[in-house]
C-alpha cells in the first residue's frame, strides 16, 4: 500500500487504462517521482465507436475499478466521455502540469492518443507515454529488412529473442502523494462539462453503469475474483499447480494447466512483465523448461497479436489475405443463433459455448473448435463469431480476438490451412475422453457412458433413451452432418485458389 508524503507544487494526472493496478506501472511511477497524483480513468466509448467494450467486459470494468479505487485510498477520479475534450479540459481546470500514461495499441487509441499529445502540448502541458502492457514493442520486433513478421516462429524465436530481454517488474511507489478529490471537485467551474462531485471513487464508478442487468451477472461472479491482489493470487496458483505439465495438460479443458490469467492481463492487472519473470523464476528453478517455454511462446501469441494489429490496423474486420474477400460465406441466422445458444447438437461445441456464455471465458483448445465449426462447417463468416466473443469475454481483446479469428478462418497471418477442419467429436474423445468438461456444461448429457456422450446422435437408441436423452427435446440432433459440411468447406475454400488439393 502506497503511502503520502507532503505536497509537491507540481501536480501530475495519471491516466489509467488497460493498466490498472499500482506494481509495475511505468506512467504512475513516472508520475510519483514528480509530485502529486491525480489517478483519473476516462470511460470513452465516443472514440472506441464499434468497438466499444462488451458486456462481460464491462462487467470485468466495473469490478477491476473497484479494486483500483481501493487501492489508491478511494481517490480515483471516473469520467466519461471523448478523452480528446476531457482530459484537456480536466487538465486546465485542476492545473495539472504533466499528464502521463501508458500505452494502448487498438487503432482507434493510437490516432485518439496521438492527436491527445498535440492538444495537450498546445495548451503546454507535458504528456508522456509509457510501455506498460507489452513484452517488447511492436516497432522493436522486425525483420531484417525492418518489415514486420507474418509468421509466428519466426517472430518470436528469432525477433523477440533477439530483443532485448523484458525488463524487471517495477514495486510500487514507496511513496505516492494523492490528491483529494474534494479539493479538485470543488475548485473546478461550476459550468465545467466535467460532473465531478457524483464522479469520484465508488459513485463514480457506479454512475458509469457498466454491470449487466441479466442473469449472466450470477455466473461471473461465481467463477471470477477480480483486481490486481486476485491477479497475483491467481498467478501463483498458477505457479504451484498448474505450469507442471502445462505443454500437455493445456490441451485438456477439464484439467487446471491454464493459467485464466488473459482477463488479468488485458485490464492491466497483472503486467506481462511480471508473469514472464515469474514463470522464468518458478520453470528454472522446479526442473520445468519445456512446460515454461511452452508457456512463454503463449505469452509470445498475445505479442504477435499487438504486432499484428499494430501493423494492420484494418485486421478486426478486413482478412490479412485479400483473396479471402471473395469467400462465400453463407447467412443462416437460425445456425447462428444455435451456434451462440449452444444447441448446435455437437457436445464439444455446446459445452464450450455454454461455457463462454456462464463464465465469460472458454477454454483454448475448445475456441478452436467452436471457431472451426462456425466458420467451416456453418460457413458463418468469421465476423460474426467475433462480434459473439467481443461481447461474450471477459478477456475480450482487440487484438487477440481479431488474429485468433483470421486464424482459425485461414485468412490471417501464420493462419491455420484452410485444410484444417477441427472434428469436434474427436478433439472432445481426445481430449475429454472421460466427459468430465461435456458433463460440467452439459447436464441433460450426464447419464451417457463415455463412449458415447462425445456423440449422442451416434448412439443406439436404447443407449440414448436408457440416459433420458431426447434428441430434438431436451438436446439438440446436430444442425449440420460433420463429414458433409467438411467437404462443403474445402469446395468452397479450393474455390478461391483454382489447383489447391486437400
Given at each position: 500500500?502506497?503511502?503520502?508524503?507532503?505536497?509537491?507544487?507540481?501536480?501530475?494526472?495519471?491516466?489509467?487504462?488497460?493498466?490498472?493496478?499500482?506494481?509495475?506501472?511505468?506512467?504512475?511511477?513516472?508520475?510519483?517521482?514528480?509530485?502529486?497524483?491525480?489517478?483519473?480513468?476516462?470511460?470513452?466509448?465516443?472514440?472506441?465507436?464499434?468497438?466499444?467494450?462488451?458486456?462481460?467486459?464491462?462487467?470485468?470494468?466495473?469490478?477491476?475499478?473497484?479494486?483500483?479505487?481501493?487501492?489508491?485510498?478511494?481517490?480515483?477520479?471516473?469520467?466519461?466521455?471523448?478523452?480528446?475534450?476531457?482530459?484537456?479540459?480536466?487538465?486546465?481546470?485542476?492545473?495539472?502540469?504533466?499528464?502521463?500514461?501508458?500505452?494502448?495499441?487498438?487503432?482507434?487509441?493510437?490516432?485518439?492518443?496521438?492527436?491527445?499529445?498535440?492538444?495537450?502540448?498546445?495548451?503546454?502541458?507535458?504528456?508522456?507515454?509509457?510501455?506498460?502492457?507489452?513484452l517488447w514493442e511492436p516497432w522493436?520486433?522486425?525483420?531484417?529488412?525492418?518489415?514486420?513478421?507474418?509468421?509466428?516462429?519466426?517472430?518470436?524465436?528469432?525477433?523477440?529473442?533477439?530483443?532485448?530481454?523484458?525488463?524487471?517488474?517495477?514495486?510500487?511507489?514507496?511513496?505516492?502523494?494523492?490528491?483529494?478529490?474534494?479539493?479538485?471537485?470543488?475548485?473546478?467551474?461550476?459550468?465545467?462539462?466535467?460532473?465531478?462531485?457524483?464522479?469520484?471513487?465508488?459513485?463514480?464508478?457506479?454512475?458509469?453503469?457498466?454491470?449487466?442487468?441479466?442473469?449472466?451477472?450470477?455466473?461471473?461472479?461465481?467463477?471470477?475474483?477480480?483486481?490486481?491482489?486476485?491477479?497475483?493470487?491467481?498467478?501463483?496458483?498458477?505457479?504451484?499447480?498448474?505450469?507442471?505439465?502445462?505443454?500437455?495438460?493445456?490441451?485438456?479443458?477439464?484439467?487446471?494447466?491454464?493459467?485464466?490469467?488473459?482477463?488479468?492481463?488485458?485490464?492491466?492487472?497483472?503486467?506481462?512483465?511480471?508473469?514472464?519473470?515469474?514463470?522464468?523464476?518458478?520453470?528454472?528453478?522446479?526442473?520445468?523448461?519445456?512446460?515454461?517455454?511452452?508457456?512463454?511462446?503463449?505469452?509470445?501469441?498475445?505479442?504477435?497479436?499487438?504486432?499484428?494489429?499494430?501493423?494492420?490496423?484494418?485486421?478486426?474486420?478486413?482478412?490479412?489475405?485479400?483473396?479471402?474477400?471473395?469467400?462465400?460465406?453463407?447467412?443462416?441466422?437460425?445456425?447462428?443463433?444455435?451456434?451462440?445458444?449452444?444447441?448446435?447438437?455437437?457436445?464439444?461445441?455446446?459445452?464450450?459455448?455454454?461455457?463462454?456464455?456462464?463464465?465469460?471465458?472458454?477454454?483454448?483448445?475448445?475456441?478452436?473448435?467452436?471457431?472451426?465449426?462456425?466458420?467451416?462447417?456453418?460457413?458463418?463468416?468469421?465476423?460474426?463469431g467475433e462480434d459473439w466473443f467481443?461481447?461474450?469475454?471477459?478477456?475480450?481483446?482487440?487484438?487477440?480476438?481479431?488474429?485468433?479469428?483470421?486464424?482459425?478462418?485461414?485468412?490471417?497471418?501464420?493462419?491455420?490451412?484452410?485444410?484444417?477442419?477441427?472434428?469436434?467429436?474427436?478433439?472432445?474423445?481426445?481430449?475429454?475422453?472421460?466427459?468430465?468438461?461435456?458433463?460440467?456444461?452439459?447436464?441433460?448429457?450426464?447419464?451417457?457412458?463415455?463412449?458415447?456422450?462425445?456423440?449422442?446422435?451416434?448412439?443406439?437408441?436404447?443407449?440414448?433413451?436408457?440416459?433420458?436423452?431426447?434428441?430434438?427435446?431436451?438436446y439438440p440432433a446436430p444442425v449440420?452432418?460433420?463429414?458433409?459440411?467438411?467437404?462443403?468447406?474445402?469446395?468452397?475454400?479450393?474455390?478461391?485458389?483454382?489447383?489447391?488439393?486437400?
Amino acid at each position: 500500500m502506497p503511502t503520502r508524503h507532503a505536497s509537491t507544487t507540481q501536480q501530475t494526472i495519471v491516466w489509467f487504462r488497460q493498466d490498472l493496478r499500482l506494481s509495475d506501472n511505468p506512467a504512475l511511477v513516472d508520475a510519483a517521482n514528480t509530485g502529486s497524483v491525480l489517478p483519473v480513468y476516462i470511460l470513452d466509448d465516443v472514440n472506441a465507436a464499434d468497438w466499444a467494450m462488451g458486456g462481460a467486459s464491462r462487467w470485468w470494468l466495473h469490478h477491476s475499478l473497484m479494486a483500483l479505487n481501493q487501492s489508491l485510498q478511494g481517490r480515483l477520479l471516473v469520467l466519461k466521455g471523448d478523452a480528446l475534450s476531457v482530459l484537456p479540459a480536466l487538465a486546465r481546470q485542476v492545473g495539472a502540469s504533466h499528464i502521463v500514461w501508458n500505452r494502448c495499441y487498438e487503432p482507434w487509441r493510437v490516432q485518439r492518443d496521438k492527436r491527445l499529445k498535440e492538444l495537450l502540448q498546445q495548451q503546454g502541458s507535458v504528456a508522456r507515454s509509457f510501455n506498460g502492457s507489452l513484452l517488447w514493442e511492436p516497432w522493436q520486433v522486425l525483420k531484417e529488412d525492418q518489415t514486420p513478421y507474418k509468421v509466428f516462429t519466426p517472430y518470436f524465436r528469432r525477433g523477440c529473442m533477439k530483443a532485448a530481454a523484458p525488463g524487471q517488474p517495477l514495486p510500487i511507489p514507496s511513496q505516492l502523494d494523492l490528491v483529494d478529490l474534494t479539493i479538485v471537485s470543488t475548485s473546478l467551474s461550476v459550468d465545467t462539462a466535467l460532473d465531478l462531485p457524483q464522479l469520484t471513487g465508488e459513485a463514480g464508478i457506479k454512475a458509469l453503469n457498466l454491470l449487466p442487468h441479466i442473469p449472466w451477472d450470477g455466473g461471473l461472479q461465481q467463477r471470477w475474483q477480480v483486481g490486481e491482489q486476485a491477479a497475483q493470487r491467481r498467478l501463483t496458483r498458477f505457479l504451484e499447480n498448474g505450469i507442471r505439465g502445462y505443454k500437455e495438460g493445456r490441451n485438456f479443458p477439464a484439467k487446471e494447466n491454464v493459467s485464466g490469467l488473459s482477463p488479468h492481463l488485458h485490464f492491466g492487472e497483472i503486467s506481462p512483465r511480471q508473469v514472464w519473470h515469474a514463470a522464468l523464476s518458478s520453470g528454472l528453478t522446479g526442473g520445468f523448461e519445456n512446460d515454461l517455454d511452452c508457456f512463454q511462446s503463449e505469452l509470445g501469441w498475445r505479442e504477435f497479436s499487438y504486432a499484428l494489429l499494430y501493423h494492420n490496423p484494418t485486421l478486426p474486420r478486413r482478412a490479412i489475405q485479400p483473396r479471402f474477400e471473395h469467400f462465400p460465406w453463407q447467412k443462416n441466422p437460425p445456425l447462428l443463433s444455435a451456434w451462440q445458444r449452444g444447441e448446435t447438437g455437437i457436445p464439444l461445441v455446446d459445452a464450450g459455448m455454454r461455457e463462454l456464455w456462464q463464465t465469460g471465458y472458454m477454454h483454448n483448445r475448445v475456441r478452436m473448435v467452436v471457431g472451426s465449426f462456425l466458420v467451416k462447417n456453418l460457413l458463418t463468416h468469421w465476423h460474426d463469431g467475433e462480434d459473439w466473443f467481443w461481447d461474450c469475454l471477459v478477456d475480450a481483446d482487440l487484438a487477440s480476438n481479431a488474429a485468433s479469428w483470421q486464424w482459425i478462418a485461414g485468412c490471417g497471418a501464420d493462419a491455420a490451412p484452410y485444410f484444417r477442419v477441427f472434428n469436434a467429436v474427436t478433439q472432445s474423445e481426445k481430449f475429454d475422453a472421460e466427459g468430465d468438461y461435456l458433463r460440467r456444461y452439459l447436464p441433460e448429457l450426464a447419464k451417457l457412458p463415455n463412449k458415447y456422450i462425445h456423440a449422442p446422435f451416434m448412439a443406439p437408441d436404447s443407449i440414448v433413451r436408457a440416459a433420458g436423452v431426447r434428441l430434438d427435446s431436451n438436446y439438440p440432433a446436430p444442425v449440420v452432418d460433420l463429414k458433409q459440411s467438411r467437404e462443403q468447406a474445402l469446395a468452397a475454400f479450393k474455390s478461391l485458389t483454382p489447383g489447391l488439393d486437400a
